[in-house]
C-alpha cells in the first residue's frame, strides 16, 4: 500500500485530495493544526490507514519533530502533497500588515520547504517518491493587492522548478497544480472571518470545488512511475485569468 503524506488535509483542497487518495487504495497521514478536523476526517475514511500529526508548518522544529515521529507503517512516504497554505490579507503594499506578510511568507514558502526537507531523506534512501506543490494562478499572474500572496506562490512555483532538478538523480517526481478560484475556506481565512466578503468572492459564476481539484491530483499521483505531469493550471469555466471572472 503506498503512503500519501498531505499538509493542510483538516479543509478544503487537502481533505478533498485525502478523500479522493483514500479511494485509490493510499493510507494516509494527514496533518494541520485543527486535530478535531483531521480526527473526523480519519473517521469519515474508516477502512483506510490513517496517521494524524498536528503541527504548523511554520515551526520547523515542530515540523522536523512530526515527521520523524511517524511508526514505521508511515514512515516510507511515496506521495507528498504540500498543500497547507493561505492569503492572509488583501492590501495594497503601503498599507500592507507585515504580520499577514510572515504568515504567508513564513506559511507558503517556508514551510513547504520545512515539511519537504523532513519528508524527502527517505524518498532519496528510497529512490522513490513524487511531491506535488499546491501553487496558484496567483504565482504567474500579478493582480492588485496580492502583492505577497503572488510572491509566496511565485516562489512555490520556482521551487517547484528547481526541486524537480535537483530531484532527478533520485527519481523523485516533482510538479505543481495551480488553481483559479477554488470555493474553500481560503477567502475566510484571507478576510479574517468576514462570511459575507468571502461569499461574494465566488458569488455570480460556479467556482471549482476542491473535489475537481483533487481529481486532477489522484490522476497525477495514479500515473505509470515514468510518467510526470509536471504542471496544470486549472481555473473554473468562468475564469479566463487571474481577476477576469464572467459574473452573471
Ligand atoms: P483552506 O483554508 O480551506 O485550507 C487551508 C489548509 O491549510 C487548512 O487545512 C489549514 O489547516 C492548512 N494550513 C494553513 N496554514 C497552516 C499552517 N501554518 N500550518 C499548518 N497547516 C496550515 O484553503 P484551500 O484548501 O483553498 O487552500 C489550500 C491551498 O490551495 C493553499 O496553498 C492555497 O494557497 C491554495 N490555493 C487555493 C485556491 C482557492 O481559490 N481556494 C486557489 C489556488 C491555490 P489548519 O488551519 O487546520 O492548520
Ligand atoms: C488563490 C486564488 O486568485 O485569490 O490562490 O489568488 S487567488
Given at each position: 500500500m503506498q503512503t500519501a503524506f498531505i499538509t493542510g488535509a483538516s479543509s478544503g483542497i487537502g481533505r478533498a485530495?485525502?478523500?479522493?487518495?483514500?479511494?485509490?487504495?493510499?493510507?494516509?497521514?494527514?496533518?494541520?493544526?485543527r486535530r478535531e478536523r483531521l480526527e473526523e476526517l480519519a473517521q469519515e475514511l474508516s477502512g483506510t490507514p490513517v496517521h494524524i500529526l498536528t503541527f504548523d508548518v511554520r515551526d520547523r522544529t515542530a515540523v522536523e519533530e512530526a515527521v520523524a515521529s511517524l511508526p514505521t507503517q508511515f514512515a516510507a512516504i511515496d506521495v507528498l502533497i504540500n498543500n497547507a497554505g493561505n492569503a492572509h490579507g488583501l492590501a495594497p503594499v503601503q498599507d500592507g500588515d507585515p504580520a499577514d506578510w510572515d504568515a504567508m511568507l513564513d506559511g507558503n514558502v517556508k514551510g513547504l520547504l520545512y515539511v519537504s526537507?523532513?519528508?524527502?531523506?527517505?524518498?532519496?534512501?528510497?529512490?522513490?517518491?513524487?511531491?506535488?506543490?499546491?501553487?496558484?494562478?496567483?504565482?504567474?499572474?500579478?493582480?492588485?493587492?496580492?502583492?505577497?500572496?503572488?510572491?509566496?506562490?511565485?516562489?512555490?512555483?520556482?521551487?517547484?522548478k528547481t526541486m524537480?532538478?535537483?530531484?532527478?538523480?533520485?527519481?523523485?517526481?516533482?510538479?505543481?497544480?495551480?488553481?483559479?478560484?477554488?470555493?474553500?475556506?481560503?477567502?475566510?481565512?484571507?478576510?479574517?472571518?468576514?462570511?459575507?466578503?468571502?461569499?461574494?468572492?465566488?458569488?455570480?459564476?460556479?467556482?471549482?470545488?476542491?473535489?475537481?481539484v483533487a481529481d486532477v491530483i489522484q490522476f497525477m499521483v495514479t500515473r505509470p512511475p515514468h510518467v510526470n505531469v509536471a504542471e496544470v493550471l486549472l481555473f473554473p469555466t468562468a475564469q479566463g485569468a487571474a481577476t477576469t471572472i464572467h459574473k452573471q
Open positions: 485530495t485525502a478523500v479522493a487518495l483514500a479511494k485509490s487504495g493510499f493510507q494516509l497521514v494527514l496533518t494541520g493544526r526537507r523532513a519528508v524527502l531523506p527517505a524518498m532519496t534512501r528510497r529512490q522513490v517518491g513524487h511531491i506535488i506543490n499546491i501553487g496558484s494562478v496567483a504565482g504567474s499572474e500579478a493582480y492588485a493587492n496580492g502583492n505577497v500572496y503572488c510572491a509566496s506562490k511565485a516562489a512555490v512555483s520556482m521551487l517547484t524537480r532538478l535537483d530531484l532527478l538523480p533520485h527519481n523523485i517526481r516533482v510538479a505543481e497544480v495551480n488553481p483559479g478560484a477554488v470555493e474553500t475556506e481560503f477567502s475566510n481565512v484571507r478576510f479574517k472571518g468576514d462570511e459575507a466578503r468571502a461569499k461574494q468572492v465566488y458569488k455570480g459564476f460556479e467556482p471549482l470545488r476542491p473535489e475537481d
